[in-house]
């Protein structure tokens, strides 16, 4: 199977920069997305194909892959980024796989 | 704006078959693009895809190893809904239960959820 690994927390002061990993046996060769979910909700895309942003996900979102990481970094975070974040993957064997998830604190 | 609408029931006992709807408005279950999908989330093995279907001139479907003997994943294309059954549950089953849409094309991401229905496997 394929494993996708992300650190359970990431602490961030309001207005600084958060990056949050994603590793993954050669992940660079691979597409990947990531997904917001606040409590209570239910996930929302905030970053796919790697470095695309849906429309309506703010120009503070941004995301790269490479080698075996992708990193979704949140520009300028506000109080309102607080929220759990997971990466996916397609895997031709595993289909669709997601992290464990980030939980992101503003403090 | 595709819209995504789950219903079934929150409760079932165990060795029965779970039984949840999504209903689609703003696409088609029958379209050439996009994939049907229902994922999982608990606290003890986050967030799981359990299976989609498809439609490519004719129906596919395609199932997690994890839950490949117990699960069905159909469409109705009268009804405009797609359906999940997980048959045979126990505790471990219990967990948010979410319907999606891929429809990237190759990119496999999912651009749109239903609300999400919390189902309990408890006698």
């Known amino acids: 199977s394929y494993d996708l690994t992300q650190p359970p927390s990431v602490s961030v002061s309001p207005g600084q920069t958060a990056s949050i990993t994603c590793s993954g046996d050669d992940l660079g060769s691979k597409y990947t997305s990531w997904y917001q979910q606040k409590p209570g909700q239910s996930p929302v895309l905030v970053i796919y194909q790697d470095d695309k942003r849906p429309s309506g996900i703010p120009e503070r979102f941004s995301g790269s892959n490479s080698g075996n990481t992708a990193t979704l970094t949140i520009s300028g975070t506000q109080a309102m980024d607080e929220a759990d974040y997971y990466c996916q993957a397609w895997d031709s064997d595993t289909f669709y796989v997601f992290g464990s998830g980030t939980k992101v604190t503003v403090l | 704006q595709v819209q995504l609408q789950q219903s079934g029931p929150g409760l079932v006992k165990p060795s029965q078959t779970l039984s949840l709807t999504c209903a689609v408005s703003?696409?088609?279950?029958?379209?050439?693009?996009?994939?049907w999908i229902w994922i999982r989330q608990s606290p003890s093995r986050g967030l799981e895809w359990l299976g989609r279907t498809y439609y490519r001139s004719k129906w596919y479907t395609e199932y997690a190893v994890s839950v490949k003997s117990r699960i069905v994943i159909n469409a109705d294309t009268s009804k405009n809904h797609f359906s999940l059954q997980l048959k045979s549950v126990t505790p471990e089953d219990t967990a948010v239960y979410y319907c999606?849409?891929?429809?990237?094309?190759?990119?496999?991401?999912?651009?749109?959820w239903g609300q999400g229905t919390l189902v309990t496997v408890s006698s």
């Open positions: 999606s849409r891929d429809d990237s094309g190759v990119y496999y991401y999912f651009d749109s």
């Open positions: 703003g696409d088609s279950v029958s379209s050439n693009r996009a994939a």
